[in-house]
């Protein structure tokens, strides 16, 4: 038997148990003799099992949301609502629901599975032992897809990202092994839109939004179905239960009007992570309305723009859009109606949830589903300019909506605009010359070499970010100490200070913010060569290149708005500066450092950043990262801040600075 026989055997046994039993068998019992097999190391059994469990599995989701659709179209309620009229729906329906579930899995509907057998489901566990199985099985196409699948909800696991590098190397596993046997189309068809929009096939894009759009619409009815099954009710003491029936009616509905809310954030969360991706839902109609535009498609386009205004109410970028396609086509237009259809729901169910939440005593927060952040787009279409405008020509592929990017004044006289946001290929960047003298570039690497230890900053780690390089660090409060301590002069360290302060300006200026940037961490480091490249990642969320996105979870430092780098010397070989796309190798920019240079940007995932190998020579500069929440200010720069002003008024400093090193990862 060949390696394919081998691998369809499961598909095999499982249709002839599905033909020769009337119901499906328990997921978890199935699930349970695969475990047992395994710890005999009867490996054929484990494949058989498993697979037979992840089929059963499914097969009770998709009967429990086909029947309870089917009822619920069959037994519709009454028009003229009355109290009798309600009940006897209700009851139509739960006596069609029974024997619908019980046609297709007889006992099992009956069958109550443990949480600790579910959650392993739902944490795809069952496809490690199947990795594991295939592997010994020697059916290594399987093995790829059972270790691909695990990995999109377990990217922690460091075993199995090796297994599948492993994997990738043998030349009998093909990149197409490599398949999410449990990929949601909606999430999948989005991925793969955004992956051709980025490469200007707007067509092909445009088939697959739309694609990703009918998926999720449909998965949204799935899911809401999906919460019709009983609730835990944790907070009562069933024992002691005294409600009245619409006390109870009411109870239970409130329940599963909340689950079925949270379907907004389970659509739009990836396997394996905690928070959704922003914006998820509304930016299918933001790329839809410029691959449209691109293609000539003007209605549609129209259509798509005041889509997404449903979502964004008034949004500036987008109601540009609006009158653009208006005014080229002559005529207005209207938003789509599935979408409309959909938010009705949504607002009407955010105001009966409120309602129930009071009835019953528990606080019910209204979460922001739709975050305003837009995603990664950047540029408009193009409605007039002046000289305070950055333009950028319609045909750049990269850029999507906003074509007019808007800049303020750099503060200072002598700074030099390089390279905006356009010219670099990308969003909120920006490159500038001459943010300091030759003279002060000089005075700070001196400071550098009498301040920095190898890993201050870091914990002492002298390599956190690679084994390949050295760091040296110091903050601002340990060189205004130094200073105090006559250890380097006071003035270099105040020169210090007053740098990153004029980075600040020029960053919050340039970027014409409308609240204050606060320091989130200063520092002035030195990378000395070894080899190897600083990893490619972004600033205030974990990138994730497969999928396309970046995750703003912990340990990222996701408060982080903005961050600079001023070059403090030019003299080494290597240390380019690098942006690149999220598949974190396609270089979109490249940043040659040298004295007084700065490079600012914005610190999510449209700007991931690495820096290339430092080959010869020791490369300087001064790192800042800023934040607009005063909650996360650098506890170190208020207390710069209070040594400054003493300075300033001639104070007398009566006790010692306290040092508070800070974890730069």
Known sequence: MDGNSAAALPVVLLTVLSISSAFLQPYDLLYDNAVQAFSQSDYGSVVRHMEAALSSFSELRRTKVRCRLR????????????????????????????????????????HKVSEDVLQDFNRRIPYNYLQMAYQKLKVPDKAAAAAHTYFQANPEHVEMGQNLEQYKDRQDVRPEH??????????????????????????????????????????????????????????????RYRYSLHELVSDHFTQVLHCEHECVRDLATRPGRLSPMENYLPLHYDYLQFAYYQMDRLEEALQCALTYLLFHEGQEFMTENVDYFREMLERDGKPREEAAR?????????????????????????????????????????????????????????????????????VYDSVRLVQNSAALNGSQRVLLDSVISEDECSELRRLAHSVTMAGDGYRGRMSPHTPNEKFEGATVLKTLQYGYEGRVPLRSARLFYEVSERARRIIESYFMLNSTLHFSYTHL?????????????ADNCLLDPEANECWKEPPAYTYRDYSALLYLNGDFSGGEFIFTEMDAKTVTATVKPKCGRMVGFSSGGENPHGV?????????????????????RELERLQADEV??????????????????????
């Open 178 to 239: 490599f398949v999410d046997r449990e990929a949601r189309l909606h999430q999948l068809y989005f991925t793969d839109a955004v992956k051709l929009y980025d490469k200007g096939d707007y067509g092909a894009a445009i088939i697959l939004f739309e694609d990703a759009l009918v998926e999720y619409f449909q998965a949204d009815v799935e899911c809401r179905a999906l919460c019709q099954g009983p609730q835990k009710f944790e907070s009562h003491d069933h024992i």
């Open 71 to 110: 009822c619920q179209d069959q037994h519709q309620f009454e028009s003229n609502f009355t109290d009798l009229g309600f009940f006897y729906g209700v009851l139509r329906r739960a006596a069609c629901m029974n024997p619908c579930i019980e046609e297709k899995l007889g006992a099992q509907s009956l």
């Open 342 to 410: 959909y938010l009705r729901r949504h607002k009407q169910e955010l105001e009966l949830l409120l309602m129930g939440s009071e009835i019953m005593g528990v606080e019910f927060t209204e979460g922001n589903y739709w975050s305003s952040t837009g995603g990664r787009h950047d540029s408009r279409i193009p409605s007039g300019t002046d000289g305070g405008m950055e333009y950028v020509p319609i045909s750049d592929k990269r850029m999507s909506l906003q074509l007019l990017c808007k800049r303020g004044p750099l």
């Open 612 to 632: 290339k190998a430092v080959t010869s020579g020791q490369r300087c500069a001064v790192a800042l990262w800023f934040t607009m929440d005063p909650l996360f």
């Open 644 to 665: 400054i002003q003493a300075l300033d008024t001639q104070s007398v400093w009566t006790h010692s600075l306290h040092i508070n090193p800070k974890d730069e990862l």
């Open 525 to 537: 480091v030195c990378r000395t060569a070894i080899t190897g490249d600083h990893p490619i990642h």
